[in-house]
């Protein structure tokens, strides 16, 4: 969820002598973009005086987001695109020195694409409490220090009321459609019951509708492995010198998540019992295959991440429940009105089946082909950013509905 990048979505793969080369040198204690670096595709909307649901208010936050193609006179092609986890604003486009990864959805944005940039104003922030542009632990505060620990606590609704502050700034009226997978997905549902007069279509892939006791769990021992890397110092360690950061909890954290976004079906058919290399891992101090796929993995997201940030939205994610002061989480999605599209993924273990089940059941809006559309897929949860060539088409038929 995460959690995804384009990196991480490709199919399991043995870690070559190149891809170990590309982490040589120490990361520096965070990998978030600061203001001052250079914006690349970024652009940046005010969040005057913003206020959280907890009566915390951050003031002249902003959120990042990049756009493709043009809004035509009467701003009805407008489509917001949501991230998942560790995602951000960079869903198209290769990497670069100002965009660490490559687009996380290549395969499904752009000219003559499913969601076509010749057609639609395509639009992707980076959610508030992220780490690519967006106010979140590493912005510098008030009085000129990253806020760190005292970072307020969102839930998905604060980032929700943040997502409406920039539909108005970009004079957006309603969204022609809005599509997220995974945590993305949870805002999707979120903004279309709290502003239901400003979306027409929604596309909500892997997610739930509400956090479990199960994930919430294996959210708080990624927060806990972070925490307990001595060098975390409390959330206070944006004076670190490089390779003095929390790295070994963050990518322990990443682990962890890794294992939760394929199947185990992948893992044992990719990997197998095999070893990194000649050596032996049977007493002779040599590895796995798989161990040095999660390490690396691991190592390199400690380069492109924060790790106040990554504890700040996993506690997001663990706020998620459309049901909460609703009545229900049945009552809460009967007032969803938009067309909506439901996917979910045979093989998540992070999100099941049933979730996207229950929201297909006693989702308000018509649903497009009039059922949860299942993808059978052996990456589990990542599925929705690999199967390119399932979730295109329809996600396409979602926009001509």
Known sequence: MEFQSSEDSVPSAFITDEQSRQLVGRPPASGAWRDGDPAGDREFAPLPSFKTGSGRELVNAKLAYETWGELNEDGSNAVLIMHALTGDSHVIGSASKHHPTEGWWNGIIGAGLAIDTNRFYVVAPNMLGGCQGSTGPATLD????????????????????????????????????????????????????????????????????????????????????IKTDPAFAEGEYYDAKAGLG???????????????????????????????????????????????????????????????????????????????????????????????????????????????????????????????????????????????????PLLKDLLNA
């Open 142 to 225: 008030k009085n000129g220090r990253e806020y760190g620990p005292r970072f307020p606590y969102l839930t998905i609704r604060d980032q929700v009321e943040a997502l409406k502050i920039l539909t108005d700034a970009l004079s957006i009226k309603k969204w022609h459609s809005i599509v997220g997978g995974s945590m993305g997905g949870m805002h999707t549902m979120e903004f279309a019951i709290m502003f239901p007069d400003s979306v027409q279509r929604v596309a909500i892939i892997a997610a739930p509708p509400v956090a479990t006791a199960d994930q919430i769990a294996l959210n708080s021992v990624q927060v806990e492995a």
């Open 246 to 392: 929390p790295h070994r909890g963050l990518a322990l954290a990443r682990r962890m998540a890794l294992l939760n976004y394929r199947s185990p079906h992948e893992l044992n058919e990719r990997f197998e019992r095999s070893w990194q290399s000649g050596k032996s891992p049977l007493g002779d101090g040599g590895r796995f295959a798989v161990e040095s796929y999660l390490d690396f993995h691991g190592n390199k997201f400690t380069r492109r991440f924060d790790a106040n940030s990554y504890i700040t939205l996993v506690n997001a994610m663990n706020s998620h429940d459309v049901g909460r002061d609703r009545g229900s989480v049945e009552e809460a999605l009967k007032q969803i009105k938009a067309k909506s599209l439901v996917v979910g993924i045979s093989t998540d273990r992070l999100f099941p089946l049933s979730g996207q089940q229950v929201i297909a059941e006693n989702i308000g809006g018509k649903l497009v082909g009039g059922k949860l559309h299942v993808i059978d897929s052996e990456f589990g949860h990542d599925g929705f950013l690999i199967e390119t060539d399932i979730v295109g």
